[in-house]
């Protein structure tokens, strides 16, 4: 399936850096921004807020249907994302509510109601996705595919600063078993496993600063996208 739009793909595993490179590099081309990985969230914690079973297929995959949620920014930039109704933004970022969305993203039901949602995210000028399947599966024919990744150590550190950042609680111990954990179930999953495209630009952020790797994706982007960007 082509896309409507000029769209590039940043996929890889939890704590890699994807999600703020995307938005830096959204940002800075001036194109519209998919967190797939929020949808994921999004479901998680609506099944979790309504006592619904992480493995109950019918009843998430009815959620992820029928989801009323709304992504957008405060006057700082700042995520803000809304659920029926309610700002949930730090809700959906916790690890429970990630651990949530890497069970539910293995539900062939949840992932098949989440495809024509994530597909509509490609309009003009751009898209920029972020996920673990962008390049695999939602958009194959993306122009320009970013594998984004890090060692485990290094993405168990990131994320616990993250958390610490927000004010959330976390323990690192913790943390290093949950990303192996979700590592581990994300790659053998029989429907949309994590793995690169064949013909992804693989990026190993371990000992790279954020700066670098917008940088370099954003230089991969004027290769790919000449006269767009």
Do not use: C
């Not at 939890?14 to 797939?36: I, Q």
């Not at 619904?52 to 009843?59: N, S």
């Not at 994590?194 to 952020?205: E, H, N, T």
């Not at 700066?211 to 000449?226: H, I, Q």
């Amino acid at each position: 399936m082509t896309p409507p739009a000029a769209v590039l793909t940043i996929d890889g595993p939890s704590g890699s850096g994807k999600g703020t490179v995307a938005r830096r590099v959204a940002d800075e081309l001036g194109w519209h921004l998919l967190d797939s990985g929020a949808l994921y969230r999004l479901v998680a914690y609506a099944a979790l807020s309504r006592s619904v079973p992480l493995d109950d297929e019918a009843r998430t995959a009815e959620i992820a249907r029928t989801l009323a949620v709304r992504f957008g920014a405060d006057a700082g930039g700042n995520e803000q994302i809304w659920l029926d109704g309610s700002e949930v933004s730090r809700e959906i970022r916790t690890e429970r509510a990630g651990d949530g969305a890497s069970r539910v993203a293995a539900i062939p039901a949840v992932r098949a109601a989440l495809v024509a949602r994530q597909r509509a995210f490609a309009q003009a000028p751009g898209l920029v996705a972020d996920g673990r399947d962008m390049g695999t599966v939602i958009f194959p024919e993306a122009t320009l595919k970013i594998y984004l990744t890090a060692s485990a150590e290094e993405r168990a550190r990131r994320r616990y600063n993250q958390l610490k950042d927000k004010g959330l609680g976390a323990n690192l111990a913790a943390l290093s078993q949950e990303i192996a954990e979700r590592d581990r179930r994300d790659a053998s999953r029989p429907i949309a496993p994590l793995r690169p495209a064949d013909d992804a630009q693989i990026i190993d952020s371990t000992s790279m600063s954020i700066d670098a790797v917008v940088a370099r994706v954003l230089e991969l982007a004027a290769e790919r996208f000449p006269g767009k960007i």
